[in-house]
């Protein structure tokens, strides 16, 4: 039987705003996707500044890298909150009429953050504010994105269509694949790829290296296959981050038995991580599952 396979994209952007609690929740947990999503489309109508952390000293609310696009009305993303970003955001401003008559050079600040900034963090942030226009698009997108991370999502069911939801607010690019054409939703996140590809399993050889795979089918038997296909190309390139497969214990020590009358030996079956998501989080409710779930993808996402 021939493979039949369908990409297809749908995308939302959604402008939101986040609140973390600590430099790396905050950098995590950032609504990122979001953010630049609605930095975009205002790009593509008219220039702004893009405000991004050149370095850092000391202790600091937000990480080398970490921006903020400042237009006349609205801002996208965080430099970090506070006064900090008051005054960023002020600065920026002054600087959009230069950067509408494209006269504005890019230039660095910087920032102690003691007494005069009203915060007690202690550290010093160096601030790039540089003006952008709809003609930087192709360069910011690279830019930008260059440090989202591969996940491969095998499932459109109720929990697949949780932590896709979930993963949608997150630094990831999620290539989302079930055998079923019908069942993604009409509209998903913009870092999420859907692909229909019957067999399911034919979509492993071409996933991104460095893929962290999570395996949710509404089979078993796809599932199965889908966990051999990711051996097999472990075998041959091994270059899958992590495969992670939805279920029990009992239903791994099946799994087992049956990758093992195909040839897979106790190394091949060591890579794969069955149950998954992060313990401690309790609760078979698919929402609660995906959860879980997408904790394991951010502890084990290594630093960019």
């Known amino acids: 039987m021939g ?5 297809c994209r749908r995308s939302r952007g959604i402008l939101c ?11 995590i947990r950032q609504d990122f996707v979001s953010h630049t ?11 702004g500044v893009l405000v991004t952390v050149d370095g850092t ?32 955001i002020a600065q920026a401003r002054q600087l959009l009429p230069a950067a509408v008559l494209g006269a504005a050079a890019a230039q660095v600040r ?16 160096h601030l790039r504010f540089e003006a952008v226009s709809a003609a930087d698009l192709p360069a910011l997108r690279q ?9 491969a999502l095998f499932g459109g069911g109720h929990v697949g269509k949780a932590l896709v939801r979930l993963l949608g607010a997150l630094p990831f690019d999620v290539h989302w694949i079930d055998s ?37 089918s509404f089979s078993h038997a796809e599932d199965l296959d889908v966990v051999a296909a990711c051996l097999k190309r472990q075998r041959e390139r091994g270059d899958l981050s992590t495969i992670g497969l939805i279920g029990s214990k009992s239903k791994w020590a099946a799994f087992r038995h049956r990758l093992e009358a195909r040839g897979f030996q106790a190394d091949d079956l060591a890579q794969v991580t069955c149950p998954i998501g992060v313990p401690g989080i309790t609760g078979k409710e698919p929402e609660v599952i995906a959860v879980a ?8 996402t290594p630093e960019g």
């Open 3 to 7: 493979s039949v396979r369908r990409r």
């Open 57 to 88: 000293q000391g202790s600091v609310p937000r990480e080398a890298g970490a921006w903020m696009a400042v237009f006349a009305d609205t801002v996208a993303g965080t430099v970090g909150g506070g006064h900090l970003e008051f005054d960023a």
């Open 17 to 27: 705003f986040n609140a973390g609690v600590s430099s790396r929740v905050r950098s």
């Open 180 to 216: 079923r054409d019908e069942i993604f939703p009409a509209e998903v996140p913009a870092n999420v790829r859907c692909e229909h590809s019957d067999p399911v399993q034919a979509a492993v050889a071409s996933l991104a290296a460095g893929s962290q795979v999570m395996i949710m």
């Open 110 to 125: 910087r920032y102690a953050l003691g007494p005069s900034l009203g915060q007690c963090c202690g550290g010093v942030v």
């Open 143 to 151: 830019r930008l994105f260059q440090h989202t991370r591969p996940v």
């Open 293 to 300: 779930v997408a904790a394991q993808l951010l502890l084990t």
């Open 37 to 47: 999503a609605h930095f975009f489309t205002r790009l593509a109508r008219e220039p």
